[in-house]
């Protein structure tokens, strides 16, 4: 199994900047996957970005050049950096973790972003 503690998020101007971290359980360097995810009000959850086994990450196009994924194994995490952030961003953000077939999901981070 795998445990995910997302922390950050919260409330910004249109334009302004957040990061997102997520600790994950155990060493990041086992987990097949991570990515993050994010739901707006009334609409589906939708991909955001995704790397598998550390290495190329894939990026939705409306964050591409906007959003960055690294990680710290030191620590287990993985953060997005959120830049020029838009309103369209606003809704409950969450990673994902893929371990031996199976998904581990965050508790959720709350990104709010006004016009």
């Known amino acids: 199994q795998v445990q995910l503690v997302e922390s950050g998020g919260g409330f910004v101007q249109a334009g302004g900047s957040l990061r997102l971290s997520c600790a994950a359980s155990?060493?990041?360097?086992?987990?097949?996957?991570m990515g993050w995810f994010r739901q707006a009000p009334g609409k589906q959850r939708e991909l955001v970005a995704r790397?598998?086994?550390?290495?190329?990450?894939y990026y939705a196009d409306s964050v591409k050049g906007r959003f960055t994924v690294s990680r710290d194994s030191a620590k287990n995490t993985v953060y997005l950096q959120m830049n020029s952030l838009k309103p369209e961003d606003t809704g409950l953000y969450y990673c994902?973790?893929?371990?031996?077939?199976?998904?581990?999901w965050g508790q959720g981070s709350q990104v709010t972003v006004s016009s």
């Open positions: 155990k060493s990041i360097f086992s987990i097949d996957a």
């Open positions: 790397t598998v086994r550390g290495r190329t990450t």
């Open positions: 994902k973790a893929e371990y031996q077939y199976k998904d581990y």
